[in-house]
């Protein structure tokens, strides 16, 4: 079948008003695949139903069931290696030399998907600095999608995710073997503060961040969002703080906000 011009707009519409999100002209079979099903699950016959329920109803359920469904949530295990590289050896080294007397330290995974960023970040920190057990350490894992923050909360993953960057000794180490896939261990899990937050929206009440992980996220939102995500980054962001974006999001427009810092492969952003 081929979507109606008015139901694409209209779609296009909601994802933008509600998430930022740009969906392109030609991702008209984006909209087909991902919708269909919900369209089933709702017992709505096909898509041009489903559609026409969410134009003739005030934003509700279905809506937020349609946004939900249109997300990417591509996402695994210390994704980016050079970002988790520049983590270890600059950005923590530095900030605990800094924070040693305040002995606190604020890492947000921004947008985190099923939760393996988040997951990757606690499994660096254990691993490579044990020292910071004794010091109060927050990692807020957010997201817009409640279905991916469930599953990033439950943190059962099968085989076919873990392989996807976690190496078989992590894999032993941090994670349970359960009957329907592997379950990271409660220590793991119980260093992560999981919240439902839309980057568009206001942010509520956060803790002063030290590193920031936005990452694959910025790529999929209009430019007007964008700006204003970075801008209220930078409040909620300390003055000495690191943010990393994406691999292929470097060149996005945060001159006056952000001054890029290289490292050997990869970059990172500090405040100006
Ligand atoms: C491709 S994943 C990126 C996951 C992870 N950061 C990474 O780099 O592997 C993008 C995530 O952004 C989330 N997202 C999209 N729009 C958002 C918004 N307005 N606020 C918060 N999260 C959003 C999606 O739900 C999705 O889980």
């Known amino acids: 079948m081929t979507l109606p011009?008015?139901?694409?707009a209209y779609i296009q519409k909601l994802l933008r008003t509600q998430t930022g999100f740009l969906l392109a002209e030609d991702k008209r079979y984006l909209v087909e695949s991902r919708l269909e099903p919900l369209a089933q699950r709702e017992c709505l016959d096909g898509i041009t139903n489903l559609i026409a329920h969410l134009r003739s109803h005030h934003f509700g359920y279905l809506h937020r069931q349609a946004l939900e469904a249109m997300m990417t949530h591509e996402t695994w295990f210390f994704r980016d290696q050079f970002s988790f590289d520049a983590l270890k050896e600059v950005a923590l080294p530095d900030l605990i030399q800094a924070r040693k007397l305040e002995r606190k330290l604020c890492l947000w995974s921004a947008a985190c998907a099923n939760g393996q960023e988040a997951y990757s970040i606690a499994m660096l920190l254990r691993e490579h600095f044990p020292m910071l057990l004794n010091w109060?350490?927050?990692?807020?894992?957010?997201?817009?999608?409640q279905a991916a923050l469930n599953r990033a909360q439950?943190?059962?993953?099968?085989?076919?995710?873990?392989?996807?960057?976690?190496?078989?000794?992590?894999?032993?180490?941090?994670?349970?073997?359960?009957?329907n896939g592997w379950q990271v261990h409660p220590n793991l899990q119980k260093m992560i503060e999981f919240r439902r937050l839309n980057l568009i929206e206001a942010w509520g009440n956060l803790p002063d961040m030290d590193i920031v992980f936005l990452r694959n996220v910025l790529i999929y939102l209009d430019p007007e969002a964008r700006r204003q995500i970075l801008e209220k980054m930078q409040?909620?962001?300390?003055?000495?703080?690191?943010?990393?974006?994406?691999?292929?999001?470097?060149p996005f427009p945060i001159q006056g906000i952000f001054d890029p810092v290289h490292f050997a492969n990869t970059v990172v952003y500090r405040l100006k």
């Not at 392989?163 to 992590?170: E, K, W």
């Open 154 to 179: 439950e943190g059962i993953y099968g085989d076919s995710e873990l392989r996807r960057g976690l190496s078989v000794a992590n894999r032993n180490r941090y994670f349970l073997k359960k009957d």
């Open 5 to 8: 011009n008015e139901d694409f």
């Open 136 to 145: 109060k350490l927050t990692i807020v894992a957010s997201d817009f999608s």
């Open 235 to 250: 409040r909620v962001m300390r003055r000495d703080s690191y943010l990393f974006l994406g691999h292929s999001e470097t």
